[in-house]
């Protein structure tokens, strides 16, 4: 059971390269949720997703884009990556019958940006 | 202003210590409320959901003040293995989960 997997584990980007993070998750969940996390800064969330088909904002979703096409994958986009895009980024998922559940996180992904 | 937030610490602590964490949280319509451990480098694990009636696992104590809005982490008898860093979350009806900045807990021998 692998539970929520991130790929890649590491990348590093050029300013202005795009790249696709991918989380997917073998638990049948209903959320999901991007985050990233700096120093001093906690987990900030990106954007997150109750269902197939839908997405939403987060605290932090300038500059990225996401979609969530199949119930087991949500992936989050850049489309211009930004110096300021330099952070690990984690991906994580819940049950949905209620809000009372336990998330899951992937394992990270590193990514800088020069 | 952040939404859900901490001390982020650190704390240091010797082993046998009793340590409190607090986190406030701003949107009165959280719903529900979390402790997670983050150990250094890797991803944040579930340590307690925190209940209105307060709760309890081993050395841990979990309490909710909604009045204050805010939740607390007691932990007693601190052990070297305690050393990381503790996130509080925060979920509310449109299904978001809002994490606080954390608070980083040493403890030394």
């Known amino acids: 059971n692998a539970g929520v997997t991130q790929t890649p584990k590491f990348r590093v980007l050029k300013t202005g390269q795009s790249m696709t993070l991918l989380c997917a998750q073998d638990m049948n969940h209903e959320y999901m949720y991007w985050y990233r996390q700096d120093p001093g800064m906690g987990l900030r969330l990106i954007h997150y997703?109750?269902?197939?088909?839908?997405?939403a904002k987060g605290e932090v979703p300038d500059g990225y884009n996401v979609s969530r096409l199949k119930k087991q994958n949500f992936l989050l986009g850049l489309e211009s990556a930004a110096p300021s895009q330099t952070s690990v980024y984690f991906c994580?998922?819940?049950?949905?019958?209620?809000?009372?559940?336990?998330?899951?996180f992937g394992q990270g992904t590193r990514l800088t940006v020069v | 202003r952040k939404e859900v937030e901490q001390d982020p610490g650190p704390f240091n602590v010797p082993e046998g210590a009793t340590v409190a964490f607090n986190c406030t949280y701003s949107?009165?319509?959280?719903?529900?409320f979390f402790w997670y451990r983050q150990d250094c480098r890797k991803e944040p694990k579930l340590l307690m959901s925190?209940?209105?009636s307060g709760n309890e696992d081993g050395r841990f104590t979990a309490q909710l003040n909604r009045a204050s809005q805010y939740i607390s982490l007691l932990i007693r008898d601190s052990k070297l293995s305690d050393s990381a860093t503790y996130l509080c979350?925060?979920?509310?009806?449109?299904?978001?989960?809002?994490f606080g900045t954390g608070t980083r807990l040493q403890v030394f021998p």
């Open positions: 925190v209940y209105s």
């Open positions: 949107n009165s319509a959280s719903q529900s």
């Open positions: 979350a925060v979920s509310h009806n449109t299904d978001k989960l809002i």
């Open positions: 994580a998922s819940r049950q949905g019958s209620n809000t009372n559940t336990e998330a899951f």
């Open positions: 997703s109750v269902g197939e088909g839908t997405t």
